[in-house]
């Protein structure tokens, strides 16, 4: 009997796409044994307050950032996809498109935190297991999974140590001219020079 294939999807706005994301990403593919890992940028986010740098950067940096990565897909439908992004969509396609495959949907333990705010949360839980990377400064959001309260048979932890490293973090650095050496890649660094990206808050 041949195994079912092993998806894991990792949405996120990558604006820009850092060093604790690849981290992430490649902890994923090991403990997971994953097949492929979809790495979505996400179009429209309807739940972050700022508005996102143009799709076609991000998604330039992603395939800087992470194409390099044995198993890594990087998957623009959201982008190309109108209206907001809605992970319920993306994974019903992936599901569609791979009948029997067993679908693992990638976050930090912030993102986890929020999910029953999700659009059909529910069927989500249904369709992939959530795999959780611990994120630092946010202790509190690590212990309260809402949602794995009510189903904790479709949640599984990530053994990534916490990474004190975000977009936030890195467009705010810019901003104010310090540097992001340790934080994002080289090509992603030379690009974010390059296109003259997080130059003012
Ligand atoms: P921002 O600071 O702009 O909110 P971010 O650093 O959280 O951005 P996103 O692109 O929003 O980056 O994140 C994509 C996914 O990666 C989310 O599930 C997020 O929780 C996760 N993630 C980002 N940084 C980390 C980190 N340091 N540790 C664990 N998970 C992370």
Same mark, same amino acid.
């Given at each position: 009997m041949t195994q079912? @294939? /092993?998806? *894991? %999807?990792?949405? *996120? =706005?990558?604006?820009?796409? #850092? !060093? =604790?994301? @690849? =981290?992430?990403?490649?902890?994923?593919? #090991?403990? !997971?044994?994953?097949? %492929?890992?979809? +790495?979505?940028?996400?179009?429209?986010?309807?739940?972050?307050? /700022? %508005? !996102?740098?143009? =799709?076609?950067? @991000? !998604?330039?940096?992603?395939?800087?950032?992470?194409?390099? +990565?044995?198993?890594i897909c990087v998957d623009s439908r959201e982008i190309n996809r109108t209206g907001p992004s809605y992970t319920i969509d993306t994974l019903r396609e992936i599901a569609g498109q791979a009948p029997g495959a067993e679908l693992f949907l990638i976050m930090g333990a912030d993102q986890a935190a929020a999910l029953t705010s999700w659009r059909d949360w529910q069927a989500i839980l249904q369709l992939a297991i959530i795999s959780v990377a611990t994120r630092a400064h946010s202790l509190d959001t690590n212990d309260s999974i809402e949602a794995e309260r009510l189903f904790p048979e479709r949640f599984f932890h990530l053994g990534l140590p916490a990474l004190h490293v975000s977009a936030t973090q890195i467009r705010s650095n810019i901003a104010s001219g310090q540097p992001v050496q340790t934080l994002v890649s080289e090509p992603v660094a030379r690009y974010i020079a390059d296109h003259h990206l997080y130059q003012s808050h």
């Open positions: 079912a @294939r /092993r998806i *894991g %999807v990792f949405g *996120g =706005a990558f604006d820009p796409p #850092h !060093l =604790a994301h @690849r =981290a992430l990403l490649e902890a994923a593919l #090991h403990e !997971l044994k994953l097949d %492929v890992l979809h +790495v979505v940028p996400t179009g429209d986010a309807w739940h972050k307050p /700022r %508005v !996102l740098t143009e =799709a076609a950067h @991000r !998604l330039a940096m992603v395939q800087l950032a992470f194409a390099d +990565v044995p198993g």
